[in-house]
């Protein structure tokens, strides 16, 4: 259940499920049903259930919905706007064999309900929300009474994530074969509440028609290309990892990176360190080794060891001509690369020359920008919902795009994608970002393909800050990483 469907893939689903002999009927049947059963394990004790339709097929499966509730013995009162006749066709079928009255779709409506049914848009949803039906929702969201949505929240666009005008808060969302974008990316994930996936019978034969490229970022999508060590692996045989130092006054973001790489399996970490900063690098590392590397040729040369695999370039290392200098030598290497912090801002304004040093090369590079720092490479697609401008990002770029937040996206330059939802409120603290740079560059050096690598070093990022929790700093996180992957060990047998 890994894939991710946009509004469009979904309803290529249930065209081919319809193709396919499976009535669109049964399929709104089954959603409808789906729905009253979750609403009736959730609030088995309350009397009325408010359900709002709107005028797509999301209302016919609220009309559904409405029918088993009534004959589960609640008290049900629907409200729907306009001639039920006019509904889709299946809508419409619904929509005759509810039995009881329908009321205007006004705030008064939610007058004595105990639970509110949100079946106004779903998925399909084509412009955004205004008027009486915003009115609504902002009544129903300030009533303070527990909403169950169907598919998506109403006003929240299932493909961005993001709010279409108004958008309901639901305490649970039901949605039926595949859960969509919007059900991770924010804010869709915040108005979604509980998830739950409801099978209706479209069959999963359909997705090989439909070639989705967009999936959770969970590890069943990248745990076959782990690279756990065999009874054989020496340190040789798991990666030699390099993490390039800022000067004397930075030199913790690139041993926070180091650390992050070792804790997660690369055999070797070397911090290559600028002459002033070698005592204080010293001081503080005993695994990890230390090299000196003033500049451009002075990193090319440590690169002479091919053992040496994959390098890192960004954290603390300062913005200027020196950055840039030793990120042109490193793409001249055989190395994988992770770009970050200073050494993408190093390129801001004429990244061209990053992006044509990359396209020449077939080692993968990585870069991890935040907001701000996409905004400084790629300025033009700032602006563009997340996963949109992740992806147009890896496909200039060339390399795998790594766009972080509570939400973060990792695109690959062919147009796979995957959303993370494994977090935590606690990373937004100093540090954490050279932790996950560096979780990625010991994975590369360990051999794990780019995409799988940067997707895996995500998601074990979100669960090492979930298994500390509250009170988190950036050097508790690779220290929780041997727990992370215990448990994740005991999955994969």
Request: proline share 5%; hydrophobic share 50%.
């Amino acid at each position: 259940m890994l894939e991710l469907l946009t509004a469009e893939e979904m309803g290529q689903a249930d065209r081919l499920a319809i193709a396919g002999g499976v009535p669109g009927a049964t399929l709104m049947e089954n959603a409808g049903r789906a729905v009253a059963e979750e609403v009736a394990r959730r609030f088995p004790d309350i009397e009325t259930v408010v359900v709002l339709c709107g005028p797509g097929n999301n209302g016919g499966d609220g009309f559904v919905a409405a029918r088993h509730l009534m004959q589960r013995g609640y008290a049900v009162r629907l409200g729907f706007d306009g001639d039920a006749a006019r509904l889709p066709e299946d809508a419409a079928a619904m929509a005759k064999r509810f039995a009881g009255a329908c009321e205007s779709l006004r705030s008064d409506i939610l007058t004595g309900a105990d639970v509110v049914v949100d079946a106004l848009f779903g998925a399909g949803l084509a412009r955004p929300i205004e008027g009486k039906l915003a009115l609504l929702i902002d009544s129903a969201n300030a009533s303070g009474l527990p909403v169950v949505a169907i598919d998506v929240p109403s006003g929240i666009d299932s493909t961005t994530g993001e709010v279409r005008g108004a958008a309901i808060r639901a305490a649970a969302t039901v949605t039926f074969f595949r859960l969509k974008p919007g059900h991770l990316l924010l804010p869709g994930r915040r108005h979604c509440g509980e998830m739950s996936l409801a099978d209706i019978g479209i069959p999963a034969s359909v997705l090989a028609a439909i070639e989705p490229k967009t999936f959770a970022n969970e590890p069943a999508l990248w745990l076959a290309q782990f690279p756990w060590p065999k009874d054989e692996s020496h340190k040789y045989a798991r990666g030699h990892a390099v993490v390039v130092s800022g000067p004397l006054y930075s030199t913790g973001a690139a041993r926070l990176a180091a650390r992050g790489a070792l804790r997660i399996g690369a055999g070797l970490v070397t911090v290559a360190s600028p002459r002033d900063a070698l005592q204080d690098n010293a001081a503080q590392l005993t695994a990890i080794m230390l090299r000196e590397a003033d500049d451009a040729r002075a990193l090319q040369a440590l690169f002479a060891d091919r053992r040496k695999n994959a390098v890192l370039i960004g954290p603390g290392v300062g913005v200027g001509e020196r950055t840039k200098e030793m990120v042109v030598a490193a793409l001249g290497t055989e190395a994988a690369i992770v770009l970050d912090a200073d050494a993408l801002t190093s390129f801001a304004g004429d990244p061209a020359p990053l992006f044509a040093s990359i396209a020449s090369r077939g080692a993968p590079v990585v870069l991890t920008p935040h907001d701000g720092e996409f905004a400084r490479l790629f300025g033009d697609l700032a602006s563009a919902p997340k996963l949109e401008r992740a992806r147009k990002a890896a496909s200039r770029s060339g390399a795998i795009v790594l766009l972080k937040g509570a939400d973060t996206v990792v695109a690959f330059p062919n147009g796979m994608a995957s959303i993370n939802a494994t977090t935590s409120s606690w990373l937004a603290t100093a540090g954490t970002g050279d932790v996950l740079a560096g979780m990625v560059l010991g994975l590369l050096a360990q051999g794990m393909p780019g995409f799988a690598a940067t997707s895996a070093a995500v998601w074990l990022h979100g669960a090492a800050s979930r298994e500390f929790g509250p009170g988190l700093i950036a050097e508790d996180l690779p220290e929780m990483l041997p727990a992370v992957l215990r448990d994740l060990s005991i999955r994969r047998r």
